[in-house]
């Protein structure tokens, strides 16, 4: 069955970039979207965008660092990079596969992402 | 912007209690809505998706019913595994809300 999991640094210098990956295992990544989701600690979760496997993206809008999220199906990943990060990006972070990008039917275990100096 | 309210905010229950989640949207947002679990420490589990199909594999006892602005989340005969923190999303325009979270706990 598919399985998602995250990796990267899990502490970020403020003003820098945050930069995850998701490894998908175990199915194909075509014709799928794929996105990335956070939660603050105690809060509520938080859509951050989405990737097709065709490479066209969605991003939440109401995000005020600029972030990219890109995908690599021959490596199996997708990315996110988030810009010029503030304490307010201290969250866990989820990856998951997006049927017709509407909802996550499979989420990766989730990262914790600290930003402090 | 969309904005999803949840209530109530916490609820006591005991094990074979019914429950009834109840999720507004500012506007409407057809049937586009999605119900999540997730457990502490734990990544989200889907529920229900198109506010009231069952995930498959999902228990019977969880159903979602409503459509516009008003959606329920329905968990009959609560058991011990269904303790946790619920949120709706809605996916309306292709953009995501969730709302703030039921967090349903032992009476």
């Known amino acids: 069955q598919v399985q998602l999991q995250e990796s990267g640094p899990g502490l970020v210098k403020p003003s820098e970039t945050l930069s995850l990956t998701c490894s998908v295992s175990?199915?194909?990544?075509?014709?799928?979207?794929w996105g990335w989701v956070r939660q603050p600690p105690g809060e509520r979760l938080e859509w951050i965008g989405y990737i097709h496997s065709s490479g066209s993206t969605k991003y939440n809008p109401s995000l005020k660092s600029g972030v990219t999220i890109s995908v690599d199906t021959s490596k199996n990943q997708f990315s996110l990079k988030l810009y010029s990060v503030t304490a307010a990006d201290t969250a866990v972070y989820f990856c998951?596969?997006?049927?017709?990008?509407?909802?996550?039917?499979?989420w990766g275990q989730g990262t914790k992402v600290t930003v402090f100096s | 912007d969309i904005q999803m309210t949840q209530s109530p905010s916490t609820l006591s229950a005991s094990v074979g209690d019914r429950v009834t989640i109840t999720c507004r949207a500012s506007q409407s947002i057809n049937s586009w809505l999605a119900w999540y679990q997730q457990k502490p420490g734990k990544a989200p589990k889907l529920l229900i998706y198109k506010a009231s199909t069952l995930e498959s594999g999902v228990p019977l006892r969880f159903s979602g019913s409503g459509s516009g602005t008003e959606f329920t989340l329905t968990i009959n005969s609560l058991q011990p595994d269904d303790f946790a923190t619920y949120y709706c999303?809605?996916?309306?325009?292709?953009?995501?809300?969730f709302g703030q979270g039921t967090k349903v706990e032992i009476k």
């Open positions: 175990g199915g194909s990544m075509d014709h799928y979207y």
């Open positions: 998951a596969r997006l049927p017709g990008g509407n909802f996550g039917d499979i």
């Open positions: 999303q809605r996916y309306k325009d292709y953009l995501w809300t």
